[in-house]
């Protein structure tokens, strides 16, 4: 098993930035990668970040240039730098580890506004 706990979500005016954590626990060994995806009321859920073990990164294109995904050397906290936010940017926000021959972990979801 994996758990993983979000935090650092919250209000922030258009423009400015947010930063979330997300840390792991548990059975890290078997963790491939780790991402954040966001889901928007009445929308689907859909990846905003991602970082594998090795420190590959993945964005989606509506946050690229604004965004940063960052890991430690330990590989048990993930980190999303969102700068640059917009009101499209507002939705929850939910941590991801991608195991090996596992389902994925989730974590809780962590709210994110943007006020124009």
């Known amino acids: 098993q994996v758990q993983l706990v979000e935090s650092g979500g919250g209000l922030v005016q258009a423009g400015g930035s947010l930063r979330l954590s997300c840390v792991a626990s548990g059975s890290i060994f078997s963790i491939i990668t780790m991402g954040w995806y966001r889901q928007a009321p009445g929308k689907e859920r859909d990846m905003v970040a991602s970082i594998t073990n090795i420190g590959t990164t993945k964005y989606a294109d509506s946050v690229k240039g604004r965004f940063t995904i960052s890991r430690d050397n330990g590989k048990t906290t993930v980190a999303l730098q969102m700068d640059s936010l917009k009101p499209e940017d507002t939705a929850v926000y939910y941590c991801?580890?991608?195991?090996?021959?596992?389902?994925?972990?989730w974590g809780q979801g962590t709210q994110v506004t943007v006020s124009s």
């Open positions: 991801n580890a991608a195991r090996a021959g596992r389902p994925p972990a």
